[in-house]
């Protein structure tokens, strides 16, 4: 259970101080979602915050 950014990704920074577990961290080329902290802000949110504050639509589920 995690998301996964994609190479869509700006470096804006948004989804970073949103996230409850602090699973969200600026990679070496784009921001990146430690799959064992992310809860898919489960128990803190009805939706993930990561994905409602990214403007260019680059947060996915892990299929
Ligand atoms: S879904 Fe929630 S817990 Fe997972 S990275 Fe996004 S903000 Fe953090
Ligand atoms: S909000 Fe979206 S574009 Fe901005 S750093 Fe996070 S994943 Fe990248």
């Not at 699973?23 to 990561?50: M, N, R, S």
Request: glycine residues 4%.
């Amino acid at each position: 259970m995690a998301l996964y950014i994609n190479e869509d990704c700006i470096n804006c920074g948004a989804c970073e101080p949103e996230c409850p577990t602090e699973a969200i961290t600026e990679g070496d080329d784009i921001y990146e979602i430690d799959a064992k902290t992310c809860v898919e802000c489960e128990g803190h949110f009805d939706e993930p915050q990561c994905i409602e504050v990214c403007p260019v639509d680059c947060i996915f589920k892990v299929q």
